[in-house]
């Protein structure tokens, strides 16, 4: 723990498949009251969370990813070194309109109704399928 207070550790997190999915976590574990920073990273299949350990203990952040959809393994939690978490600090994402963004694209205009937003897909590239071999 450093000296201010706060404790970073690293936990799994397992049903992620986009994007959205990893703003949906950030903005679940984001507002717990004690937490002060929070990074998913979907490639790593992780969640990396700066807490006041007074405050928020494992259970409630297991609860809040679990919440949102996803699975929390806090058991499995490890420590992150205090010269690695100031990496975490990055700004909110923007708050998406979702109205806005169903009725934006070119072919809704004048359709006289919202379209629904695509589905999340995960395209690989190259290095991502690397070995994969089909059946």
Known sequence: ??????ETIRFPVAGMTCVACVGHIEHAVRTIE??????VDLRRETATV????ALVSNAELAAAVEAAGYRADLSAAVAVPADE?????????RALNHRA???SHPSAAGAGSPRPAPACTLTLGPAETAGLTKS
């Open 85 to 93: 978490a100031p990496q975490l600090a990055r700004p909110p994402p």
């Open 50 to 53: 700066s807490r006041e350990p």
């Open 1 to 6: 723990m450093s000296e201010t207070g706060l």
């Open 101 to 103: 963004a169903q009725t």
């Open 34 to 39: 004690g937490v002060r920073r929070v990074r």
